[in-house]
């Protein structure tokens, strides 16, 4: 069974810093493709960032810059650093695992971390 919980969520000023972790149990995570999502109340989830198996990744455009995603495949963490963050930013923050298996594939979701950019 495939399990994921993130941390790292908290009430940061604009401008500050944060760094969300997504740790996942199983052992698929090293063949995986990880992302992170995020929903700010009355509007959809949106990407905020993705990485694959091999390290590749891609950015939404509003945190382009700003944010980094990693993975430790040693840790099964995947990390998403959050630097100058802005209100808009404040969002429920979600990890999602994606496996492939032939010609589909599953995913898998954390239960989400509340970011808050406020002054």
């Known amino acids: 069974q495939v399990q994921l919980v993130e941390s790292g969520g908290d009430l940061v000023q604009p401008g500050g810093s944060l760094r969300l972790s997504c740790a996942v149990s199983g052992s698929i995570f090293r063949i995986s493709d990880m992302g992170w999502y995020r929903q700010a109340p009355g509007k959809e989830r949106e990407l905020v960032a993705a990485?694959?198996?091999?390290?590749?990744?891609n950015y939404g455009d509003s945190v382009k810059g700003r944010f980094t995603i990693s993975r430790d495949n040693a840790k099964n963490t995947v990390y998403l650093q959050m630097n100058s963050l802005k209100p808009e930013d404040t969002a429920v923050y979600y990890c999602?695992?994606?496996?492939?298996?032939?010609?589909?594939?599953?995913?898998?979701w954390g239960q989400g971390t509340q970011v808050t950019v406020s002054s």
């Open positions: 990485i694959t198996s091999g390290g590749s990744t």
């Open positions: 999602k695992l994606r496996n492939f298996a032939l010609s589909y594939y599953n995913d898998y």
